[in-house]
């Protein structure tokens, strides 16, 4: 029972250190006494359930040399491909039936790829499946075996449901592991401290420019495991525009707000937008199931005109538009900016009103919300 509890424990320890996987296959291998063991992953056609490629990986006694020759060839002519492509997850299968039959041991794949490994027959325990992939471990038997004994083929069934639920935690592992990736380089590209906060302000994410800003001190800081910041005023109004944002009854009405965060003297205030995200954006962006706050902190002195020029390249801005974009996003009122660009107050109007009008958006506070956005990967708004 010992042994057993030590077996499972390491196929769940093999979701978060994926070379346990190797040693997982391999103590499989040997106590079903088999010769060898591999995890395979095959892609086919959902309609017709035709493979058009594999991947191998973990491999027990078995040449790299016929795993890749497999890869490469050897699944498109595998008579056994249609029953390795329907296993269930957590299903033992023996291939028996197939592989004991005159055509099969008449066949290329067969004497040229089985034979010569020292394999005559196979049994397959399902992992994960998807309606394009399906993942494997493949456990090659002896031309001396005959049948699997009861005490080994029941070792199987009582494992098989553990390396199913272990397969697919580390799949969803994975794909979390791989959309934190995409999303760090993302906002990381954006040019922008950006946090994902929730409605009592604890941090989902936060990326490099804005950790450096909490280890430095500047404008906002943890505490009690929240983000706040370096004034009770402006903590309260970061804390009260959370839990709007994070509210799952406010829709689009709620656009946010806007934080001067003090750098101290001799130094403009950084400029912060809490931003509410609905639940389809944090759903498809960070893979959440509700809504969420996002912090963007932008230093008007810093400069960030890739991202300006891309949001007005998009939208159609012109020239002289861009300019009293870069200037709103900024944090400047028309008039500054208007001063700053050296034209009318009226003038800086009538292009603010033309940005709001060709990004679909009725007032500044909106335009604010729809650029800091589309900063964000698979946007919904540009897909």
Known sequence: MADDIDFIAAIYDAIIEPSGWDEVVKRIVEETKLIGGVIVTHQFDA???QVDAAHVTTLCNIDPFYADAFVQNYYKINPLAATAVAIAPGEVLAASSITQTDSFRASAFYNEFLR???CADLIFVGLRRTPTTSELLALH???NAIGVEPMEWNLLESIAPHLKRAAAIHELLARARATTDTLATAVAAAGFAVFLLTGDCRVLFANAKAEDLLRRGIGLRYERGRLAATSPVLSARLRALARQGACHTTGETHVGGTLELCRG????????????????????IFDLDRPATAVFVVNPAAGFGAQIQSFATRFGLTGAEERVLAEIIAGNGLLAAA??????EAT?????KRILAKTGTNRQTELIRRFFETSLPSSPDGA
């Not at 001063?339 to 009318?344: N, S, V």
């Open 141 to 143: 038997r002896s031309p």
């Open 116 to 118: 010569p490994q020292g």
């Open 339 to 344: 001063t700053k660009l050296k034209i009318t």
């Open 47 to 49: 309609l017709t359930h």
């Open 348 to 352: 800086a109007r009538t292009h603010a």
């Open 265 to 284: 003297e001799n130094h403009p205030p950084l400029i912060a937008y809490v931003i509410p995200l609905a639940p389809i954006r944090t759903a498809t």
